[in-house]
């Protein structure tokens, strides 16, 4: 048996999913020097302030070392702060600073309209369709916990 990657959905999915990302990640990295890892820990952080690392690589589902670059990287930038867990001592929460949050709302701001210019070859039919199969298809694939 031959495999068609072109009707393979994990190649499909994976090609696409990169595409689309690049393509915002372009914009970004030209704009503000961010990594798409780097990005990554941005807009989680962004949406839920004061995860872990560990967290984040879950919630990214990235590699540890990419979040552990990338959160380096947004630190020595003064893109990102660390404060100790008042619960845990061992354990230190990452915030966006100040910068950190004016970067991110701009860029938050350069996606959603990426997005939507995306989107916008879809009618709303196509648009919730989409939305539909993209949760069946996440519950499937990750049965014991949401990706989102």
């Known amino acids: 048996m031959t495999l068609r990657l072109s009707d393979f959905l994990p190649?499909?999915?994976?090609?696409?999913?990169n595409t689309v990302s690049q393509r915002i990640a372009d914009r970004y990295a030209a704009d503000f020097a961010l990594s798409?890892?780097?990005w990554r820990v941005?807009?989680?952080l962004g949406e839920t302030p004061g995860l872990s690392a560990s967290q984040l690589t879950e919630r990214t589902a990235m590699d540890k070392v990419a979040v552990?670059?990338?959160?380096?990287?947004?630190?020595?930038a003064g893109r990102l702060r660390r404060t100790a867990s008042e619960t845990d001592g061992r354990r230190s929460l990452l915030h966006l600073t100040?910068?950190?949050?004016?970067?991110?709302d701009i860029i938050a701001?350069?996606?959603?309209?990426y997005e939507r210019d995306l989107l916008a070859s879809l009618d709303e039919k196509d648009r919730n369709a989409l939305?539909?199969?993209l949760e069946v298809l996440a519950r499937e694939a990750s049965p014991e916990r949401p990706l989102w």
């Open 42 to 44: 941005m807009a989680v």
């Open 36 to 38: 798409v890892p780097q």
């Open 98 to 104: 100040e910068e950190g949050q004016r970067l991110y």
């Open 109 to 113: 701001q350069m996606a959603a309209e």
């Open 131 to 133: 939305h539909r199969i």
């Open 68 to 76: 552990s670059r990338a959160v380096a990287a947004l630190i020595e």
């Open 11 to 17: 190649f499909r999915l994976s090609v696409l999913s």
